[in-house]
């Protein structure tokens, strides 16, 4: 048996008419207006229960205005909002040194070692002898000062290179419209680091190249050192002497492909002067032969110095008995002086040649040193803007039903009667027997007279 409570709720139900009108107060109306009633209240809560569902489950769009963001403020909105954040930069162009405090290239040990000290080149300075026995043109000592000159003057360009680069690099503009996050301000850093490097080394190495070609282009000129042409001087049967020049004779191998060309080198060493009948050399040194003591191995000489000294890896200069024994054969400099090896780098196998560095600007690493708290500062965001979706929004559920209510009320109202009266006389149209009625049988009772 159902609860007393359940019995009253529904005899309270029946007694509701909602359309109640007092010009229609017959049987018949007040039973449309009940029928009514309930299909208004069914129809009314499915309505609402509706309303309810979609509101609920409709995603909303909300955009919020941050004032005065910090960086942190920042850094976390842009951890959540990622995709939809907006913070309008102040000062939209900056420039690299508001943000980035140092750039600094470590230089290779070359640049900093006692082999392109004063100390060195006045030690290997044998240009200062007149005498013959130190001016074999493929002997070290003939060419050493010219060589390790020229290496000490690719450090000093390659410095100068870096300091004008430098200057440009730093007053270089960086555009943002909107602050960047800390990730894309690595990438476009760690982008202008590499760009930096490669266009600074290509201007470089130019610069080499073009003076390696004119070299080649004026290579019928005679260097100072005379490591391109020859003079030999021919006595004739009649006493007199002819000069003529000849090239040097380098091996033709590789991009050396005739004698006199500016990329022929052969590697330098320590030379002795010997009669003909005293040693089993082919090398003409005058009326001499030159024989070879010891070979200074990574070091090389040829037509043009500039090229030699790119070519070279200068390897007897990492080794301490290689340079130990060179140093035996210097001994009678007038500057003595015991340089430090070098020290041999650990990824380097086969050690680098001098152009393999130039290539790096003669550098071996960078250490660049910026700063996103100077980027955000310079960029100075006066607000962020961010939207976001999210469903079941309370507000808006009754926003929503509230607003529909009315208007859900007055269709229904002006709908449901008279579909109702429609429907049930259509019914009863159809059965005339469910709407017969019974009418009680009269009887008149008349007085009966006598």
């Known amino acids: 048996m159902p609860p007393y409570w359940f019995l009253e709720f529904k005899t309270k139900i029946k007694r509701i008419n909602l359309f109640e009108d007092i010009d229609e107060t017959n049987e018949e109306d007040?039973?449309?207006?009940?029928?009514?009633?309930?299909?208004?209240?069914?129809?009314?809560?499915?309505?609402?229960?509706a309303l309810f569902l979609y509101s609920s489950l409709s995603p909303i769009t909300k955009t919020v205005v941050v004032e005065q963001p910090s960086l942190s403020d920042y850094q976390q909105l842009e951890e959540k909002y990622s995709n939809t954040l907006l913070c309008p930069c102040t000062s939209v162009s900056n420039q690299y040194n508001k943000f980035i405090s140092s750039f600094t290239p470590t230089f290779n040990q070359i640049?900093?070692?006692?082999?392109?000290?004063?100390?060195?080149?006045?030690?290997?300075?044998?240009?200062?002898?007149?005498?013959?026995?130190?001016?074999?043109?493929w002997d070290f000592r003939h060419s050493a000062y010219g060589f390790f000159a020229m290496l000490r003057t690719l450090c000093v360009i390659a410095k100068q290179v870096i300091d004008d680069q430098l200057i440009s690099f730093y007053s270089t503009i960086l555009l943002t419209e909107n602050t960047i996050s800390e990730d894309i301000f690595l990438a476009n850093i760690n982008a202008i680091h590499d760009q930096f490097i490669n266009a600074s080394a290509a201007d470089f190495i130019i610069t080499l190249d073009s003076v390696i070609l004119m070299g080649l282009v004026s290579n019928?000129?005679?260097?100072?050192?005379?490591?391109?042409?020859?003079?030999?001087?021919?006595?004739?049967?009649?006493?007199?002497?002819?000069?003529?020049?000849?090239?040097?004779?380098?091996?033709?191998?590789?991009?050396?492909?005739?004698?006199?060309s500016v990329y022929c080198s052969i590697t330098?060493?320590?030379?002795?002067?010997?009669?003909?009948?005293?040693?089993?050399?082919?090398l003409w040194w005058v009326k001499y032969r030159a024989e070879l003591q010891f070979e200074v191995p990574g070091v090389l000489v040829g037509p043009l110095i500039l090229d030699s000294v790119l070519r070279s890896n200068i390897s007897c200069l990492y080794d301490e008995s290689c340079l130990s024994k060179l140093n035996t054969y210097l001994n009678d400099s007038l500057s003595p002086f015991n340089a430090t090896p070098l020290a041999v780098p650990s990824s380097a196998s086969p050690l680098p040649t001098i152009n393999d560095t130039a290539k790096?600007?003669?550098?071996?690493?960078?250490q660049?040193?910026?700063?996103?708290?100077?980027?955000?500062?310079?960029?100075?965001?006066?607000?962020?803007?961010?939207?976001?979706?999210?469903?079941?929004?309370?507000?808006?559920?009754?926003?929503?039903?509230?607003?529909?209510?009315?208007?859900?009320v007055t269709v229904l109202m002006i709908v449901i009667l008279p579909t109702v009266k429609f429907l049930r006389k259509k019914f009863k149209t159809f059965n005339p027997l469910s709407s017969s009625e019974v009418v009680p049988h009269e009887i008149n009772i008349g007085t009966y007279c006598n």
């Open 360 to 366: 790096k600007l003669m550098v071996d690493s960078w």
């Open 268 to 282: 330098t060493g320590i030379y002795l002067r010997k009669l003909p009948n005293e040693t089993s050399s082919d």
């Open 220 to 260: 019928m000129v005679i260097n100072q050192l005379e490591t391109n042409w020859q003079l030999f001087l021919m006595l004739y049967s009649n006493n007199e002497f002819s000069g003529a020049w000849m090239a040097r004779p380098y091996s033709i191998v590789g991009n050396c492909l005739y004698t006199s």
């Open 368 to 408: 660049l040193n910026s700063s996103y708290q100077l980027y955000f500062n310079a960029c100075n965001p006066l607000t962020c803007t961010y939207t976001y979706t999210h469903q079941f929004d309370i507000l808006f559920i009754i926003t929503t039903v509230i607003s529909f209510i009315g208007g859900i």
């Open 111 to 137: 640049c900093s070692s006692d082999f392109v000290s004063d100390k060195w080149l006045n030690y290997i300075n044998y240009r200062l002898f007149l005498e013959t026995q130190y001016h074999f043109v």
């Open 30 to 49: 007040i039973k449309n207006q009940k029928i009514s009633t309930i299909i208004f209240l069914i129809l009314f809560t499915i309505s609402i229960v």
